[in-house]
């Protein structure tokens, strides 16, 4: 590579973790004072940048060695925010999933396109993608702290989703032909990616709503105490409770 690529990857490298972590805050909350942060990030980049220069003589692809050491993050953002452990693992791969994305099919184009890797359109995506963060933080912030809520009241099977995500895209990221069938494939499975997000985001979202619109029908505006439906609701309860175990329930009743 040339030095004006390598310049060009170097920026688009520090774009692309400027965004992840931009994202990440959007959607975690912090518990650590600002000086934790920037020493546990700070240190993170640092350790990353030393195990870069150790390992690039055994891995010569540097596109895939950052692909592995980018995972380090994952540790200051385990100590730095307050939410579950599921959750945080939750968003992180997703975040890292969908900018590696990002990152993978601009790769891609730049070969396909330039017939070598030039720089240029990786860092104008990434600051592209850089540029989308307000409005990803006003069109989706709501509906990812949506799936949060739900990954931690015990529900970490969704985490399962990002991390599979990750590794279907090490599949596409270890590829050494840059084929134009490849390439159809991984914006196939992109979009299925993208796709699977929103189908969860509405699915909880339409959960939430439904159980608002529940409560709401039992009680009262003014007062917020149940109303007549509530109480009609309970006993319908009751009564098919009674029928199912009969004069056990009575029993149980009378204690």
Same mark, same amino acid.
């Given at each position: 590579?040339?030095?004006?690529?390598?310049?060009?990857?170097?920026?688009?490298?520090?774009?692309?973790?400027?965004?992840?972590?931009? +994202?990440?805050?959007?959607?975690?909350?912090?518990?650590?004072?600002?000086?934790?942060?920037?020493?546990?990030?700070? $240190?993170?980049?640092?350790?990353?940048?030393?195990?870069? %220069?150790?390992?690039?003589?055994?891995?010569?692809?540097?596109?895939? #060695?950052?692909?592995?050491?980018? !995972?380090?993050?994952?540790?200051?953002?385990? !100590?730095?925010?307050? @939410?579950?452990?599921?959750?945080?693992?939750?968003?992180?791969?997703?975040?890292?999933?969908?900018? *590696?994305?990002?990152?993978?099919?601009?790769?891609?184009? @730049?070969? !396909?396109?330039?017939?070598?890797?030039?720089? %240029?359109?990786? !860092?104008?995506?990434? +600051?592209?993608?850089?540029?989308?963060?307000?409005?990803?933080?006003?069109?989706?912030?709501?509906?990812?702290?949506?799936?949060?809520?739900?990954?931690?009241?015990?529900?970490?099977?969704?985490?399962?989703?990002?991390?599979?995500?990750?590794?279907?895209?090490?599949?596409?990221?270890? *590829?050494t032909n840059y084929s134009l069938?490849?390439?159809?494939?991984?914006?196939?499975?992109?979009?299925?990616? $993208?796709?699977?997000?929103? #189908?969860?985001?509405?699915?909880?979202? *339409?959960?939430?709503?439904h159980q608002q619109l529940e409560?709401?029908?039992?009680?009262?505006?003014?007062?917020g105490l149940y109303n007549r439906?509530?109480?009609?609701?309970?006993?319908?309860?009751?009564?098919?409770?009674? *029928?199912?175990?009969?004069?056990?329930?009575?029993?149980?009743?009378?204690?």
């Amino acid at each position: 590579m040339s030095d004006n690529t390598l310049v060009l990857i170097n920026l688009s490298r520090a774009v692309f973790i400027i965004a992840n972590i931009w +994202l990440d805050y959007l959607f975690l909350t912090s518990k650590r004072p600002l000086w934790f942060q920037i020493i546990a990030i700070a $240190g993170t980049w640092v350790t990353i940048y030393l195990l870069r %220069g150790l390992l690039s003589p055994i891995i010569t692809d540097v596109f895939w #060695l950052n692909y592995i050491l980018n !995972l380090l993050y994952l540790v200051p953002f385990v !100590l730095i925010f307050k @939410e579950t452990l599921h959750a945080k693992v939750f968003i992180f791969f997703m975040v890292f999933s969908l900018s *590696q994305c990002n990152f993978i099919i601009l790769l891609y184009l @730049e070969v !396909l396109v330039f017939k070598n890797v030039i720089g %240029g359109l990786l !860092l104008s995506g990434m +600051l592209l993608e850089l540029s989308c963060v307000p409005l990803i933080k006003k069109y989706l912030r709501v509906h990812v702290r949506n799936i949060l809520d739900v990954i931690e009241q015990q529900n970490p099977i969704f985490t399962v989703f990002p991390i599979l995500s990750f590794l279907m895209l090490a599949f596409y990221r270890i *590829q050494t032909n840059y084929s134009l069938g490849t390439f159809i494939l991984l914006v196939l499975n992109v979009l299925l990616i $993208g796709f699977s997000y929103y #189908l969860i985001a509405l699915s909880i979202y *339409q959960t939430k709503r439904h159980q608002q619109l529940e409560i709401t029908s039992r009680t009262d505006s003014l007062t917020g105490l149940y109303n007549r439906l509530h109480m009609e609701h309970c006993i319908q309860e009751e009564y098919e409770q009674y *029928q199912r175990i009969g004069a056990e329930y009575i029993d149980n009743c009378r204690y």
